[in-house]
């Protein structure tokens, strides 16, 4: 292997800078050339491409998004568009691909080996953590704590007006966010996906609070569980209390990463290329128990289950 292409896709998540800058840099040290292509897998079908060097990514450690752009591609889900996708690759000279996303961008990646023999890797980049075969993703952590940031800052004012305020957080089939939001954020409920939910519950924990001077309430919502503004009619009704609704959308998507996700991203893109290098191919890098793993690109979207019972019950417990 000589030469190895790089993309982003899917979904941005803060952290795909830093582990496209430890693929570069790691490729480089070993002796291999790199290739980034721009805006996903449709940038890879207009083959737009560049060289990347030392210099090509300096300085972008601490910056969210991604350099490379990413792009959703109806043509490439079909067969002749992943054929063609291979023949680009092998025309320019690019023996191996690292494909930084979810398990959509997975299934490209999958695609491209197990059809066409193509060596690739996946690297999981997705803010709701929603990946199997890893602990975390890249963008997670900076997505909790850039909607724990808001929801201290609505805590303040819901004390201010004795105002009960519901977050919608991301989250369309996974709560991983709203979990460690709502923990963290000493949210008085949370709404998960995975979890049905009892709006009397709910209210009657309210009322208890409020009789025992409580000045405001949390409520978190992941999106896919139900709509805040829902929640906040249902629970107005019940409680009679002022509710006020907060969604705070792709927000979650932006901002510097944290150090955790940049170190995550870095072990990431290094295990990357040395998955390529050395035959794990058809394959993602996870982190398990704080060991790098890899697993077959097709368990990715196995989806087992994420959301820690024990977490959950804590939450409730400590919302009494």
């Known amino acids: 292997m000589k030469q190895i292409g ?33 805006r996903g897998y449709a940038g890879l079908l207009c083959q737009e491409m560049r060289p990347m060097n030392l210099a090509s990514v300096g300085g972008i450690i601490n910056r969210g998004g991604t ?9 490439f889900r079909a067969p002749e568009g992943q054929k063609k996708a291979v023949d680009i690759l092998k025309s320019n000279s ?9 398990d959509g961008s997975f299934h490209g990646a999958d695609a ?18 929603d990946i199997s075969c890893t602990d975390y993703s890249i963008g997670f952590d ?51 996906p995975e979890m049905e939910y009892c709006p009397e519950k709910i209210a009657q924990r309210l009322r208890a609070g409020y009789k025992r ?10 999106e896919g569980a139900c709509s805040a503004v829902k929640v906040a009619s249902e629970i107005g009704k019940l409680t009679g209390f002022e509710t006020r609704v907060s969604v705070l959308g792709h927000v979650q998507r ?5 150090a955790l996700d940049r170190i995550l991203a ?37 989806h087992e289950e994420k959301i820690n019972m024990d977490d959950y019950h804590l939450a409730e417990i400590l919302a009494i």
Not at 112 to 129: E, K
Not at 168 to 182: N, Q
Not at 273 to 298: A, E, Q, R
Request: with cysteine; proline share 3%.
């Open 6 to 38: 790089l993309l982003t896709s899917g979904g941005d998540a803060p952290g795909m800078n830093a582990a496209i800058r430890a693929v570069v840099r790691s490729a480089i040290y070993n002796g291999l050339k790199v290739t980034g292509i721009e």
């Open 67 to 75: 350099i490379l752009q990413s792009s959703r591609s109806p043509e």
């Open 94 to 102: 690019i023996d191996g691909l690292v494909v930084i996303g979810g």
């Open 112 to 129: 491209l080996y197990r059809n066409w023999g193509f060596p690739t890797i996946g690297i999981p980049g997705s803010i709701d953590n």
């Open 142 to 192: 900076t997505a909790v704590n850039t909607a724990l940031e808001i929801i201290d800052k609505l805590r303040d004012t819901a004390d201010s007006h004795e105002r009960i305020f519901v977050v919608e957080v991301m989250g369309r089939e996974k709560g991983c966010i709203a979990l460690e939001v709502g923990l963290s954020g000493g949210a008085e409920a949370i709404l998960l």
């Open 213 to 222: 001077g409580k000045l405001s309430s949390i409520i978190v919502v992941a």
């Open 254 to 258: 932006g901002g510097s990463p944290t």
């Open 266 to 302: 870095s072990r990431f893109g290094a295990a990357a290329v040395k998955g390529l290098i050395n035959g794990d191919h058809g394959c993602m890098v996870g982190i398990i128990s704080d060991k790098i793993v890899y697993s077959k690109l097709s368990k990715a979207w196995e």
